[in-house]
């Protein structure tokens, strides 16, 4: 299956970000069951993210946060992946820069949901957006040339 290799990094992506799933529920279930100002979870009808968020502490809510990420800019990654993979372009030097993507986004996730220092957050995230910008004008070059 030549140009398949891209897919490995998509799926370590895919598949870290069930483990941010896990991990954001291990903590804010926990979090809500402890909070006096949270009625029961089990009771709760209506709640939205935002009315939670301020009765949960910030060290739950960078879990949340981090999983809502995953989730916006990593979907491009998906796409991107997907086209090089059919048009054959999916291994070499492009499934090396995927691998480099993965790799970036989850360090951004340990940052966020660790310590959270915004710049270097900002950095991983600069560095990992470069990085998919570089795959799609390389995905798009083989598209419309």
Do not use: C
């Amino acid at each position: 299956m030549i140009g398949m290799d891209i897919l490995a990094p998509a799926i370590a992506l895919m598949i870290w970000t069930m483990i941010m799933w896990a991990w954001m529920y291990a903590t804010r279930i926990p979090a809500m069951s402890a909070s006096p100002e949270i009625p029961e979870p089990s009771k709760l009808v209506g709640t939205t993210p935002a009315s939670l968020r301020e009765k949960l502490p910030e060290r739950v809510n960078w879990k949340a946060d981090n999983y809502n990420h995953l989730h916006e800019a990593p979907t491009v990654f998906y796409a991107v992946a997907i086209i090089l993979a059919i048009v054959g372009q999916g291994d070499g030097m492009n499934a090396f820069l995927a691998w480099i993507y993965t790799g970036l986004r989850v360090m951004h996730s340990l940052v966020q949901v660790t310590a959270n220092r915004v710049m270097v957050r900002f950095v991983l995230f600069a560095v990992s957006s470069v990085v998919l910008i570089v795959l799609i004008a390389k995905a798009a070059f083989i598209v419309f040339a």
